[in-house]
Each structure stands twice: as structure tokens, then as C-alpha cells.
T-cell receptor, first 113, second 113 residues
Framework: GNSVTQMEGPVTLSEEAFLTINCTYT??????LFWYVQYPGEGLQLLLK?????DKGSNKGFEATYRKETTSFHLEKGSVQVSDSAVYFC????????????FGSGTQLTVLP | EAGVVQSPRYKIIEKKQPVAFWCNPI?????LYWYLQNLGQGPELLIR????????DSQLPKDRFSAERLKGVDSTLKIQPAELGDSAVYLC???????????FGEGSWLTVV
């Protein structure tokens, strides 16, 4: 089946620090990969996505590269801000019979001023 | 353009009472999803509609949960009777069609006491 494994949180960083949140996946088929962000009290927002190997998704200073050889889609940001404090979810979608997003368990990020 | 709209945002009910959540997807989106998000976990699909047809409801607990999307636009998710373990966030999402980017609403936060 399909599954997503994220690094466990919580992650606490100082402002302007470098961020990496690890995400690996297993999939039956060729998935599209996503990062969603959930700010406190809000629903999920799509942060970035990549649909094929070696694609790099980017948005708001965040980046993630689809690595088929390591089945990974790690989220990175060079300099985090307090406003980036949120829960980050890695997810995959495989066309075919499943046809649903499969999410990781989420990683809580807190950025301190 | 309006996003996915859900109501109510917050609901507190006593166990054994019924509760209903409403969702209006993004205009023109044919595919509608209901996800369940337990505290500290990623969302899990309950049911997926393509237009008015429920095409994947395998994870919907049918003894107490029901859903409908009568005219292929807005949708209602009902729980009757609610149990303590149903306390969670119920997320509605939509996409233009299966395989396109999925957009989430802010969620309906249910507390059963």
C-alpha cells in the first residue's frame, strides 16, 4: 500500500535558522508528492508539489525535490520566520484505484524570535 | 475566488447527540472529499464524491456516519449518534477532478463531551 513517513516533531528553531523536515514514502505506482501546511486553528493549505522525479516544488521560500532513488521529498527553507510556525504534512497521491491523498502524521514546527 | 467553505467551524455536543457538517466546494470543482483528522495525526479520507456519486466510501463508518451530495455541489456529513471518540476535525476538500490539486476548507472542529 501507500504510506508516508515524516520526521517526528516537534521541531523548534530560532528565527533565520535552516529548516529540514524529512519525508519518505512508499507507493504502489508513480506518485505525485505534496507538502501541506496547517496554521493554528486553520485548515490545510497546499504549500508546494512535485509530480515527477527530480522536479523541485517551491513556494514562500520553501523547497522540496522529488527523489525517486531515495523515495524522499524533504522540505527545506534557508531562513525560517516566526510566521512559519505551523504543522507541516507530507502527502502523496497515486493515480489509479486509490485516488486519494495519503498523509504523513505531520511535523510541528515552532520558530522562536 | 472563494475557497472551500465549511460550517460550523466549532461544535460541542454531548455524546449520543447528532451533528451535521456542511461544505460548499470551490465553484466548478466536481470532486469533493471529506477527511477526518484526529489530534496529532494526518487527515484520513472518509468519503469521496465525483459529482453526486459517492465513489469511495470504504472508510466511512456507516453505522453512525452518513453523507450526501444531492445536487453535486454542496455536501453534508452527519454523525448520529456521536461518540466521545468522534472528537476530531472534519475537513472538506475539493478538486476540479480526480488528480488535480486538492484544496481544503478550514475544517469543522468537533468536541463530544
Amino acid at each position: 500500500g501507500n504510506s508516508v513517513t515524516q520526521m517526528e516533531g516537534p521541531v523548534t528553531l530560532s528565527e533565520e535558522a535552516f529548516l529540514t523536515i524529512n519525508c519518505t514514502y512508499t507507493a504502489t505506482g508513480y506518485p505525485s508528492l505534496f507538502w501541506y501546511v496547517q496554521y493554528p486553528g486553520e485548515g490545510l493549505q497546499l504549500l508546494l508539489k512535485a509530480t515527477k522525479a527530480d522536479d523541485k516544488g517551491s513556494n514562500k521560500g520553501f523547497e522540496a525535490t522529488y527523489r525517486k532513488e531515495t523515495t524522499s521529498f524533504h522540505l527545506e527553507k534557508g531562513s525560517v520566520q516566526v510566521s512559519d510556525s505551523a504543522v507541516y504534512f507530507c502527502a502523496l497521491w497515486v493515480s489509479g484505484s486509490a485516488r486519494q491523498l495519503t498523509f504523513g502524521s505531520g511535523t510541528q514546527l515552532t520558530v522562536l524570535p | 475566488e472563494a475557497g472551500v467553505v465549511q460550517s460550523p467551524r466549532y461544535k460541542i455536543i454531548e455524546k449520543k447527540q447528532p451533528v451535521a457538517f456542511w461544505c460548499n466546494p470551490i465553484s466548478g470543482h466536481n470532486t469533493l472529499y471529506w477527511y477526518l483528522q484526529n489530534l496529532g495525526q494526518g487527515p484520513e479520507l472518509l468519503i469521496r464524491y465525483e459529482n453526486e456519486e459517492a465513489v469511495d466510501d470504504s472508510q466511512l463508518p456507516k453505522d453512525r456516519f452518513s453523507a450526501e451530495r444531492l445536487k453535486g455541489v454542496d455536501s453534508t456529513l452527519k454523525i448520529q449518534p456521536a461518540e466521545l471518540g468522534d472528537s476530531a476535525v472534519y475537513l472538506c476538500a475539493s478538486s476540479f477532478k480526480v488528480g488535480n490539486t486538492i484544496y481544503f476548507g478550514e475544517g469543522s472542529w468537533l468536541t463530544v463531551v
